[in-house]
């Protein structure tokens, strides 16, 4: 999992979040204390924020970033330690990227960043580290044999529901290739309409392992020339791992491991780990 960003576009790469074995009961209860659970959360947050993310094209006009994370969560399906958040930048209250800051079993600091956009992005970020993102891949498709958006807002609600578990997502273990579909979170984690970009109404879905979100789906319902409604879809990936998605059972769109081939800033995608947190004795 892990690259870092440096200045001058200088990329290192950093062995993912290591897998460590359950720690002493003494450890674990210092760790896992409600103090200590809300500093980390503080921390996290303060991460996210030291991030400016805008379109290239407006660069002096960063986007927001939502303030509370959309989940917080670890990861007991692995056995490390973890203590992560899941954050969104806001153009107007639309998504733009998101980011998943986590501090992991040993105490680094890991930061995953993935556009939603089908424009491209420029972040800057702490020590001069920059990210610039060509457009998703999956970004802003028609979503094909989909019903008109309903007329009220807890009808599409419903509808994208229904939408959303056309779609399967399954994800590969980067060296034994052995595939595990994710789990469709029963909700949207993120609710939004965004008029001035012509998004009447949209939700972000996570895929996730447990309580991981592994993958995001975006389902917008958008305004059109002749003033019709039409759902469209954006697919992107929150791991470093492989993954393999379809809809209707069909295989759309499938993503390599990240830590085994080529990379660059300019990936959708990137993953980042620098620094260290003081872990609790």
């Known amino acids: 999992m892990k690259t870092i ?24 209860d210092a760790r896992f204390t409600d103090e200590a659970k809300q500093r980390r959360l503080d921390f996290l947050c303060e991460r996210f924020q030291s991030y400016s993310l805008a379109a290239a094209a407006r660069s002096d006009r960063p986007f927001a970033h939502k303030q509370e994370p959309l989940v917080h969560f670890n990861n007991p399906v692995r056995e490390a330690f973890s203590d992560a958040a899941v954050f969104l930048w806001l153009e107007d209250g639309r998504p733009r990227a998101a980011a998943t800051i986590e501090i992991c079993s040993k105490g680094q600091i890991s930061r995953e960043f993935t556009s939603l956009s089908n424009e491209p992005l420029e972040c800057r970020g702490e020590e001069g ?10 970004a802003g498709r028609d979503l094909p ?7 009220t807002e807890k ?10 578990r056309r779609f399967r997502v399954v994800m590969k273990e980067a060296t034994t290739n052995r595939p595990s579909e994710l789990r469709l979170m029963s909700r949207p ?5 965004a008029e ?8 972000l879905y996570a ?39 379809e809809l209707d059972g069909r295989q759309i769109w ?19 780990v620098r620094g260290a947190y003081p872990l609790e004795p």
Request: negative net charge; hydrophobic residues 45%; contains cysteine.
């Open 196 to 203: 001035k970009a012509g998004i009447v109404d949209g939700a």
């Open 155 to 164: 009808g599409r609600l419903l509808q994208m529901g229904q939408l959303a």
């Open 145 to 151: 044999d989909a019903p008109p958006p309903k007329t």
């Open 207 to 245: 895929f996730a392992e447990g309580t991981d979100p592994e993958a995001l789906l975006l389902l917008e319902a958008v305004r059109g020339a002749s003033d019709s409604l039409d759902w469209q879809y954006t697919l992107v990936r929150m791991t470093s791992r492989p993954l393999e998605a």
């Open 189 to 193: 984690i993120y609710r939004f309409a």
């Open 129 to 138: 580290e920059r990210w610039q993102p060509k457009p998703a891949e999956l």
């Open 5 to 28: 960003i440096a200045s001058a576009l200088l990329l290192l790469v950093l062995p993912p979040c290591a897998t460590a074995q359950p720690a002493p009961a003494a450890a674990e």
């Open 254 to 272: 499938s993503v390599l491991s990240y830590w085994n081939n080529p990379r660059s800033p300019s990936d959708p995608y990137i993953d980042i």
